[in-house]
């Protein structure tokens, strides 16, 4: 699989058509970071819409979006101080994540509740262990990019299904619980809830705080000991297990699993580059 790169130099002058905006993250690098750029560009392809290395697509008379958007993520990581290696790697994983295998996943999706506009043309579906110490970050972060005001509202929207993991005390109780919320129709100010206690969490309590969003504890705890919510996180994890999913959080973006880098930055970048793709405009100036 080839990946997308970019040389400084061609991209400066690429990007110095756009006169009238404002100066990008390819036209301040310092001579070391310019370097770095320099070699990934010569090195990467883009995974769409230019066949050539970066640093010829991007020299081209009107460069695609795409190979615009490449150019910047790897002048902002070779900025951060990131090597060659490191930014030609992580391209290379966000090429596969976006490309997909050629078996999108089979996700059940019947019920979910989703987070952002429900209009959003692009899905993303993440398995989530409520006791992952990463996803107590990642969720609340993706969940406010996909609301209003963030930078993916009217561009994606976020739904869970439950992955407890064997290897976090009371994962088990609280994907239970998570999907018993999602059952009496407050998923997402309950796991939301649950995430924010993560340094609290007492499975005997899980009933008694789905007051705090409006639900009976009494209903709740019914609800959790119905072996059909038990059974409800079962499929779910064995559906996860089918799509190869092996950690948490796990998102995948329009069925493709994504395996690129989790950083809010990187991930809503590249949910944007799928909302282009989703629209046409990907290959487009």
């Known amino acids: 699989m080839r990946l997308v790169l970019l040389t400084a130099a061609a991209l400066l002058v690429a990007l110095a058509s ?3 905006q404002a100066a990008g993250p390819c036209e301040t690098l310092e001579p070391e970071a310019k370097a770095v750029v320099d070699k990934v560009f010569a090195t990467v392809h883009p995974h769409d819409c230019c066949d050539d290395t970066l ?5 081209a008379e009107k460069p695609s979006k795409l190979v615009r ?6 002048c902002r990581r070779a900025a951060a101080g990131q090597e060659a290696d490191k930014i030609i790697e992580a391209m290379q994983r966000r090429a596969v994540s976006m ?4 078996r999108p996943a089979k996700i059940e999706t019947d019920g979910l509740q989703w987070a952002g506009a429900a209009d959003a043309k692009v899905e993303i579906v993440a398995y989530v262990c409520t006791r992952c110490p990463y996803c107590i970050r990642w969720v609340p972060e993706v969940y406010k990019a996909v609301s209003e005001g963030g930078p993916l509202y009217g561009k994606a929207r976020f739904a869970i299904r439950p992955f407890p993991l064997s290897s976090h005390s009371g994962a088990k109780e609280g994907g239970i619980a998570i999907e018993a919320a999602r059952q009496l129709g407050a998923f997402w100010p309950y796991f939301l809830l649950v995430l924010e206690r993560h340094n609290t969490f007492q499975a005997d ?13 009494a209903a709740f705890q019914a609800k959790m000991e119905d072996p059909a919510t038990e059974q409800a996180v079962v499929r779910s994890k064995k559906e996860g297990i089918r799509n190869g999913v092996q950690g ?3 998102p995948f973006l329009d069925l493709k699993m994504y395996d690129g880098d989790l950083s809010l930055a990187a991930f809503v970048d590249a949910v944007l580059e799928e909302a282009d793709r989703v629209d046409g405009t990907l290959c487009k100036p």
């Open 248 to 250: 948490t959080p796990t």
């Open 69 to 74: 958007r490449l150019a910047d993520v790897i």
């Open 55 to 59: 640093d010829k697509c991007v020299a």
């Open 18 to 20: 756009a006169s009238a």
């Open 99 to 102: 490309l997909g295998n050629g």
């Open 205 to 217: 309590q899980l009933a008694a705080w789905s007051a705090t969003v409006g639900l009976d504890p």
